[in-house]
């Protein structure tokens, strides 16, 4: 047994016998734990600590982290799910880590919207948007997906991607130009066709009535009705 896997031990054993450990004390070993990288052991005392009264809301965001680290995804879909529902500082981190999930299984409409929720309880927060782009990018979403990175780039001109994301925006801006020209396009022929089929029309009309005009009316002729001479007479 490894020491990392010994002190977990020691530390659940402490836990279990004595039942001393506030939730302060709980967390922060959970927190050493998930600071060093180590979502294995890291889960197994906060699936214990998320059960404990008062304990920090961060206890769900590192437990859904850590079984994101361990491709556990749906567990950690879930653990966020329950961490957003308490959050109050970290409402923005959940649905960020909620899209990246969902990223991560090619949910990608899904993604979309969750990341939107984390624009929306933080609008200054830049990862959110980069995260953003990259599924509206998938989607096909261009327009939306430039902005984003547009975006992204005023909040963090430092980024170390910073270059290879102005570089994807003049792509970007050449895909844009050739899909305003498309539709351009697209829009002249359907005015086109819209108009050849009016002047078709038109032309059908004046036809079927020209047609209608050059028809001679049918008369009884011009001396009026014919009748009887003779007064009918009754016989006796």
């Given at each position: 047994?490894?020491?990392?896997?010994?002190?977990?031990?020691?530390?659940?054993?402490?836990?279990?016998?004595?039942?001393?450990?506030?939730?302060?004390?709980?967390?922060?070993?959970?927190?050493r734990?998930?600071?060093?990288?180590?979502?294995?052991?890291?889960?197994?005392?906060?699936?214990?600590?998320?059960?404990?009264?008062?304990?920090?809301?961060?206890?769900?965001?590192?437990?859904g982290?850590?079984?994101?680290?361990?491709?556990?995804?749906?567990?950690?879909?879930?653990?966020?799910?329950?961490?957003?529902?308490?959050?109050?500082?970290?409402?923005?981190?959940?649905?960020?880590?909620?899209?990246?999930?969902?990223?991560?299984?090619s949910?990608?409409?899904?993604?979309?919207?969750?990341?939107?929720?984390?624009?929306?309880?933080?609008?200054?927060?830049?990862?959110?948007?980069?995260?953003?782009?990259?599924?509206?990018?998938?989607?096909?979403?261009?327009?939306?997906?430039?902005?984003?990175?547009?975006?992204?780039?005023?909040?963090?001109?430092a980024?170390?991607?910073?270059?290879?994301?102005?570089?994807?925006?003049?792509l970007?801006?050449d895909?844009?130009d050739?899909?305003?020209?498309?539709?351009?396009?697209?829009?002249?022929?359907?005015?086109?066709e819209?108009?050849?089929?009016?002047?078709?029309?038109?032309?059908?009309?004046?036809?079927?009535?020209?047609?209608?005009?050059?028809?001679?009316?049918?008369?009884?002729?011009?001396?009026?009705?014919?009748?009887?001479?003779?007064?009918?007479?009754?016989?006796?």
């Amino acid at each position: 047994m490894n020491r990392s896997i010994r002190a977990l031990a020691a530390f659940c054993l402490t836990v279990t016998v004595s039942g001393a450990l506030s939730a302060a004390d709980l967390f922060q070993e959970c927190e050493r734990l998930f600071m060093e990288n180590k979502p294995r052991e890291a889960a197994a005392i906060l699936e214990q600590a998320v059960r404990t009264s008062g304990v920090d809301e961060k206890a769900w965001l590192y437990l859904g982290i850590s079984y994101q680290q361990l491709s556990r995804l749906d567990d950690a879909l879930g653990a966020f799910r329950k961490g957003v529902a308490v959050s109050v500082r970290y409402r923005h981190l959940f649905y960020y880590n909620m899209g990246n999930c969902y990223a991560a299984q090619s949910k990608n409409a899904f993604a979309d919207e969750t990341y939107g929720q984390a624009v929306l309880e933080r609008p200054d927060y830049p990862p959110s948007y980069l995260n953003r782009a990259n599924v509206r990018l998938k989607l096909g979403r261009i327009h939306d997906a430039a902005s984003d990175y547009t975006t992204y780039l005023a909040l963090d001109p430092a980024s170390p991607q910073a270059e290879s994301i102005r570089k994807l925006l003049a792509l970007l801006s050449d895909d844009i130009d050739a899909e305003e020209q498309a539709k351009a396009d697209a829009e002249a022929k359907r005015i086109a066709e819209e108009e050849a089929r009016k002047a078709l029309l038109d032309a059908l009309a004046q036809s079927l009535k020209d047609s209608a005009g050059n028809t001679t009316n049918m008369t009884g002729g011009t001396d009026g009705p014919q009748g009887y001479v003779d007064d009918l007479q009754l016989e006796d």
